[in-house]
């Protein structure tokens, strides 16, 4: 399969939000390498979808984090002072006061 191709057919099944090209890339150049599955064909399919579905989770949690985040940083009273910066956005001075 190419790889537009496997893009297309991921992105159309995936229903997260953070899945980068470049993580597509490599799963799909390591398939090219591959010998083949034979047998294993239905476990690794199992596996690949306990992988999306982590990766759903994950990017589920950051985006809760990011929100909360950003509720706790516009109680602040800073949001006016720091987003002045020339190319500071809301999350990136929420990220900064965090730490």
Known sequence: MQFDDFVTEVRSCYQGSRLSKE???????????????????????????????????????????????????????YAQIAETMPGMTSSSAATLLRS
């Open 23 to 77: 993580t597509l890339r490599r799963i799909h150049q390591a398939a090219q390498e591959s010998w083949g599955l034979g047998a294993r064909a239905v476990g690794s399919k199992v596996r690949l979808e306990l992988a999306m579905q982590r990766q759903r989770f994950v990017a589920d949690q950051i985006a809760v984090l990011d929100e909360q985040l950003l509720d706790l940083y516009a109680r602040t009273g």
